[in-house]
């Protein structure tokens, strides 16, 4: 396996775009270097493609990959344009949005599913650990950013936490695996048994959707609504922000969610936190940001984490002195960290 360092993302992306203008039946008419070097067995594009789309989110993402790169039962000898046409079919989108949107981040993800399959191991102390201290250049100085590669719900005193919403700021139900549904968990308060006595985080967005006139509609995306910890204050959490990131779809279980949109969530959350700092004891000094977008949004993690490093870069510009947290779902994620960042 090559060392993912020299794996250029860009060439890897080109690659890809190379294969789903060929399908599988023409892939030895391409010149695919960095992809028949990851192939295992050696050379066999087709099978790396078809367990790196096996290894995406089931849903739309996966669909969407399997139809653009001819994976899907079918489709292997069907012409680009004709699986263009049922890709964007699944995103219920035309086919010049799903070409000029869905199509770069499925094969953005399908890409970053390649770059950390093709990351050599790491020694096993560096593979179990959910921290890291990175220190990010920047103008000549040094920006100490705390990444966290865990659950967010064990997270331990950081004074805010920003919570990915839909424009609804309707909380997920609290049964499923999504950020906002692990603080929408742990935020509730429990009696003696572990019976929810009240679901705080979800009573409290309802009060500030009245008190702003907003329940039952969209609110502008970059949107951020703040709320207590609720339960979460136990472990040094004092305030949930809650960012309007994900526009639904009508008529799909699915989202968009566009990385404009992003920096403008974080730029709010911000500013909130600059907003709300004097006003609790000890002040307000950390923030923690998961990867917006990168979950059923459907955004590569990189492509998110420049989005959100847009608003931080900028706040950093003006000087400020956040102390500032990173949250991922994998481990593996802090490797794509790091180097999105050029951190040491």
């Not at 949107?101 to 950390?116: I, M, N, S, Y």
């Not at 989202?255 to 949109?261: E, L």
């Not at 940001?289 to 990189?302: I, K, T, V």
Request: charged share 25%; hydrophobic share 45%.
């Amino acid at each position: 396996m090559p060392d993912s360092a020299d794996l250029d993302r860009a060439a890897l992306l080109d690659e890809l775009r190379a294969v789903r203008r060929l399908g599988p039946l023409r892939l030895r008419e391409a010149a695919l270097p960095r992809l028949a070097a990851l192939a295992e067995p050696p050379g066999d594009v087709e099978e790396l493609l078809r367990r790196a789309v096996a290894r995406l989110e089931q849903g739309s993402l996966r669909d969407a990959a399997e139809y653009t790169l001819g994976l899907a039962p079918g489709t292997s000898d069907w012409p680009a344009a004709e699986r263009r046409k049922y890709a964007a079919q699944v995103y219920s989108v035309s086919v010049e949005r799903f070409r000029r949107h869905q199509e770069l981040l499925v094969l953005g993800r399908l890409a970053d599913q390649l770059t950390q399959a093709a990351d050599p191991p790491e020694p096993s102390w560096q593979t179990v650990s959910a921290h890291r201290l990175l220190r990010v250049p920047h103008q000549g100085r040094t920006v100490r950013v705390h990444l966290h590669a865990h659950p967010v719900d064990l997270l331990r005193d950081v004074d805010v936490v920003v919570s990915p919403s839909n424009v609804y700021l309707a909380l997920a139900e609290a049964y499923k695996s999504s950020v906002s549904a692990a603080l929408r968990r742990a935020g509730a308060l429990r009696g003696p048994t572990g019976d929810v006595l009240e679901d705080r985080l979800s009573v409290e967005l309802r009060r500030w959707l009245d008190e702003h006139g907003a329940a039952g509609r969209p609110v502008p995306p970059g949107t951020v609504a703040p709320t207590t910890a609720g339960a979460l204050e136990r472990q040094g959490i004092r305030r949930i922000y809650h960012a309007a990131v994900a526009v639904p779809r009508a008529g799909t279980n699915d989202y968009d969610v566009h990385p404009a949109d992003i920096t403008r969530c974080a730029a709010r959350a911000l500013a909130l936190l600059t907003e709300e700092h004097d006003a609790h004891r000890p002040p307000l000094r950390s923030i923690c940001f998961p990867l917006l977008g990168a979950g059923r949004g459907g955004l590569a993690s990189e492509l998110s984490l420049r989005a959100l490093w847009a608003a931080l870069e900028a706040e950093l510009s003006r000087g400020a002195t956040w102390d500032l947290h990173l949250l991922v779902h994998h481990p593996a994620q802090i490797r794509t960290v790091i180097r999105a960042l050029d951190a040491n």
